[in-house]
């Protein structure tokens, strides 16, 4: 059974880095898309950045210039290094994967969702 699993919640000060990892686990075949999004509350969950197998990425405005996704293919994994933080990047973040499953002599694509990581910043 495929599933991801994300590094623990953090509680951060303002202005550090942190790293969140997710990687990928079971009868993979390949990962397609990978993504980190977010949702604090009462938002709704949103994009915060997004990158392909072949590495083209894109971020929400709010974190362009803070925040860095990459992900390593041969682990299955991806990753976001989150730079300056501020008090409203704290929320449930939520890795995402596209991947290409084997199943029998057939190869299906499904989505998959990580647990959630709470990070919270603080002042």
């Known amino acids: 059974q495929i599933h991801l699993q994300a590094s623990s919640g953090r509680f951060v000060q303002s202005g550090v880095l942190l790293t969140l990892a997710c990687a990928a686990f079971?009868?993979?075949?390949?990962?397609?898309?990978m993504a980190w999004y977010r949702q604090g509350t009462g938002n709704q969950r949103e994009l915060v950045a997004h990158?392909?197998?072949?590495?083209?990425?894109k971020y929400t405005d709010s974190v362009k210039g803070r925040f860095s996704i990459s992900r390593d293919n041969a682990k299955n994994t991806v990753y976001l290094l989150m730079n300056s933080l501020k008090l409203e990047d704290t929320a449930l973040y939520y890795c995402?994967?596209?991947?290409?499953?084997?199943?029998?002599?057939?190869?299906?694509?499904?989505?998959?969702w990580g647990q959630g990581t709470l990070v919270t910043v603080s002042s």
């Open positions: 079971g009868r993979i075949f390949n990962v397609n898309d």
């Open positions: 995402y994967a596209e991947i290409n499953v084997e199943s029998g002599q057939w190869i299906s694509t499904r989505e998959y």
């Open positions: 990158i392909t197998h072949s590495g083209s990425i």
